[in-house]
């Protein structure tokens, strides 16, 4: 809600409800696992009152510790240290659950500490994903001080803790497409892209591509945003 560039995304309106709404109605099969990790800084309210009404967990935390958020939010819905931890950002309506559920299943198997999936392996930015264990998020929790690293959750993993990761691959560099709202311009792309699928929300990858392919003129909007540097 406290995004500098468009405020109050999260709740802008999209597909007759909200971004974070549809968002979740991308992940149907998850709902019984989700945690939204959101602020106690007076501005989380609508997000409260939407946690509610879709019976969605959640769990209020400092705003600029993001990294903290997550661990109690963990600790206070059970989790031990070899539970999967799956982050996933707000700010991404147009996520897939089939994706998703590949992340989390190649983490459930315990041959890798973190498995992703994003645009560094030629995903569209906004369908990122992540897992990881419960204790390696404890351990960065533990030992991360910088504040990048308090708010960016993953980013001192690799720094304080020796791991393996696995990263799955989209087999064709689509990482120029930008399906992440942050700003304006994103936002407008994307209520576009719904209104390609009639605002429903139970479209595949497959065919999310297939229609970015088709309509060009969809990503041509905001292409020209430029992601914010860590």
Known sequence: MTSTRLPGKVMLPLCNSSVLQTMLERL???HDNIIIATTNDGSESPIIELCKNLNIKY???????VLGRYYYAAKQFGANEK?????LTSDCPL????????????????DYDIVSL???????????CCAF???LLSNTH??????ADREHVTLGMTKFNEVSSYIFSALEDLSHLRLTLDEQDDYTAIKQIYGKFGNKTDFSYSELIKTLKKFP??????????????
């Open 142 to 147: 533990q030992k991360a001080t910088l504040p």
């Open 133 to 135: 264990s419960f204790n």
């Open 59 to 65: 769990f209020r935390g400092e705003t600029d510790d």
């Open 217 to 230: 003129e969809l990503t041509d909007i905001n292409k020209h945003v430029e992601q914010k540097n860590v």
């Open 95 to 110: 996520i897939d659950e089939a994706l998703c559920l590949r992340v989390i299943n190649k983490h459930l198997c315990g």
């Open 28 to 30: 149907p099969n998850l």
């Open 83 to 87: 539970t999967t931890i799956v982050r």
């Open 118 to 128: 994003g645009p560094h392996s030629g995903y569209p930015r906004g369908l990122d």
